[in-house]
């Protein structure tokens, strides 16, 4: 069964400092992994995802991610916050044989002036 | 495209009242699906359609729960009668891809809607 685990419910960093999100999966076959992004009030919108092709994705608004398979990991990053940067971020996986996606419980990500 | 589009966008109702909440997928997505967020379980998918067939409703919480979709272009989740608990904001999104993961990887992407905030009073 795969599963997607974030460290960090609440991650807070200052204006220009690096972003770094962490996001961990489990899974039996190659996983296609993503990231989304949930500003205030609003739904969620595709930041990035890994489906074999770049074990380096690059995503909207400046962030990327690395598909790690020896860590199981897709760790999210942006070199330098913005203010607008403040949402909550969703790492999922898909699910074994269907399009169903496996969400991480969410990191909130707080930029500090 | 005008994207998902849900209705309505916020809803207000006493409990025991029946609420419907709708939803119009992108235009040629096949599969479709009802998310419900709250502080306290995070997102939670309640149910899944792919081509207007429910494939997993293993997500819905109970009885008082139902969802249909009558063609591709429209959706509902209905909850009859509502309770305090229900509040939550539900989410419609939609997706290009079908049941089978390992198909067209630009298929598999799915689109939100901006979410119904249900509160029952």
């Known amino acids: 069964a795969q599963s997607v685990t974030q460290l960090g419910s609440h991650v807070s960093v200052s204006e220009g400092a690096l972003v770094l999100l962490r996001c961990n999966y489990s899974?039996?076959?190659?996983?296609?992994l993503f990231w989304y992004v949930q500003y205030p009030n609003q739904g969620l919108q595709l930041l990035l995802k890994?489906?074999?092709?770049a074990t380096l994705v690059k995503g909207i608004n400046g962030f990327e991610a690395e598909f790690k398979k020896s860590e199981t990991s897709f760790h999210l990053t942006k070199p330098s916050a913005h203010m607008s940067d403040a949402a909550e971020y969703f790492c999922?996986?898909?699910?074994?044989?269907?399009?169903?996606?496996?969400w991480g419980a969410g990191t909130k990500l707080i930029i500090k002036p | 495209d005008a994207g998902v589009i849900q209705s309505p966008r916020h809803e207000v109702t006493e409990m025991g009242q029946e609420v419907t909440l709708r939803c119009k997928p992108i235009s040629g997505h096949n599969s479709l699906f009802w998310y419900r967020q709250t502080m306290m379980r995070g997102l939670e998918l309640l149910i899944y359609?792919?081509?207007?067939?429910?494939?997993?409703d293993s997500g819905m919480p109970e009885d008082r729960f139902s969802a249909k979709m009558p063609n591709a272009s429209f959706s509902t989740l209905k909850i009859q009668p509502s309770e305090p608990r229900d509040s939550a904001v539900y989410f419609c999104a939609s997706s290009l891809g079908g049941l089978l993961a390992g198909e067209d990887d630009e298929n598999n992407e799915q689109f939100f809607g901006p979410g119904t905030r249900l509160t029952v009073l």
């Open positions: 899974s039996s076959v190659p996983p296609y």
């Open positions: 359609f792919n081509n207007n067939v429910p494939i997993d």
């Open positions: 999922a996986v898909i699910r074994d044989s269907n399009y169903q996606l496996i």
């Open positions: 890994y489906t074999s092709a």
